[in-house]
């Protein structure tokens, strides 16, 4: 009997080490996880079920008339998770402990904290953008940038950090990614996102690669239009799409699909890569066999919610999707959470239409929203605590985050050009040498 159970438990392990590997939402104790995934959606109604797949955009720094907005959708449209923007980390952590009493179903918390929670917040930290960071050599250094990060975001109550950009600047007229970008070469740009993914997730805050399939090389701003991606299909493979490959075979947690024009992928003219099933489908999820969490951009964004209904010889319509529309047709391509959806509740009615007509079927809205319970789980949501409040601020500025700024700017300085050998200076004491003051410090330390 003894020698039974152990042939039993070589055979169970690699299924469920096979589970793991495959879905990165998976936590260490999968069958708790399953059973409390079940449990919730099971005893949801279709309203609350359909709730879960939006995000909406929060404030920290607006009144008491917008709070009531905000629970209000909480509680009335069932939303599963709010993405902060602007605010304190004070007044967002008493925020955020009203919205998650306020929610039946914990909500899942993200924040653009690229560089650190700085990003968005006042009196937080902030460390050097990814260009500097990607003329780091050691990507030690950037792994522990992520850790960091990850740790200042999960003190905060936040379970995704929307980070890293895997963008590749190859376009220097690009008015959106620039900085944010690692740089211009593919594989120093994978090597420094794999190394921010894995320090911000062994930190307990999950990771997002964006903006898929490749925001780098664009002359325009997703913000205010549809940027065109104008690279066949070969080019896009090599290129743009190779940071998710390795990303993803290291565990990637989740995607962020851009609003692009690319038509090498989507044949109809000036249609969203968000909107796109090719690409959503079936290069994110079938071909690059990605199974975390796949977001949109946020569909308040021009580059979506302008979007005009074309026939496929590229002449208008005239058809303005309506109210929702953009979010269904967001869904059906296979993106999981509808972020920053210009009107949740028409969205979530259009939903339930879609569902009722059976196009939106059962297996389609579990898949999704039990991607969206895992993930609650792995962030322990499970187990939800409210934000300790005390000390908030000192922890998130400590003193070994100065140390590792330091040590970063001093590893990201880089010689681009040593005319007649002059660095590094030698025999100071026969030269005399011109200091040019930049900024407020007196340059005594120099």
Known sequence: MRYYYLLLAIVIYPIFSQAQDTNPLLANDAVSQKKWVDSLYNNMSLQEKIGQLFMIQVFSNQGPQNKAKIVKQIKEQHIGGIIYSNGGPVRQAKLNNELQAASKVPLLVGMDAEWGLSMRLDSTYAFPWNMTLGAIKDNRLVEKTGKHIGEHSKRLGVHFNFAPVVDINTNPKNPIIGNRSFGEDRDNVTE???????????????????????????????????????????????????????????????????????????????????????????????????????????????????????????????????????????????????????????????????????????????????????????????????????????????????????????????????????????????????????????????
């Open 192 to 446: 420094k996102a794999l190394a921010f993914m894995k320090g911000m997730q062994g930190a307990g805050v999950l990771a997002n690669a964006k903006h898929f399939p490749g925001h780098g090389d664009t002359e325009t701003d997703s913000h205010k239009t549809l940027p065109t991606v104008d690279f066949d299909r070969k080019r896009i493979d090599s290129v743009e799409l190779y940071p998710y490959r390795k990303l993803i075979k290291e565990g990637l947690s989740s995607v962020m699909v851009a609003h692009l024009n690319v038509p090498s992928l989507e044949s109809r003219s000036g249609f969203p890569s968000s909107l796109s099933k090719h690409i959503v489908t079936d290069i994110l999820k079938e071909k690059l066999g990605f199974k975390g969490l796949i977001f949109t951009d946020a569909l308040t964004m021009k580059g979506a919610a302008d979007y005009i209904d074309k026939s496929l010889d590229g002449n208008a319509t005239n058809k303005v999707p309506t109210g929702g529309e953009i979010d269904l047709m967001a869904f059906l391509a296979g993106n999981d959470v509808m972020l920053m959806s210009e009107d949740p509740e028409k969205g979530i009615n259009k939903f339930v239409d879609a569902y009722h007509k059976g196009i939106i079927t059962e297996e389609r809205l579990a898949h999704s929203v039990k991607k969206i319970l895992q993930a609650k789980y792995k962030v322990g949501l499970h187990n939800y605590q409210p934000i300790e409040i005390n000390n908030l601020h000192a922890d998130l500025n400590r003193l070994r985050d100065d140390i590792l700024y330091e040590e970063l700017l001093e590893n990201a300085i880089t010689v681009a050009e040593n005319k007649a050998g002059l660095l590094p200076l030698r025999q100071l004491e026969t030269k005399s040498i011109a200091y040019v003051k930049f900024g407020d410090d007196d340059g005594s330390v120099f």
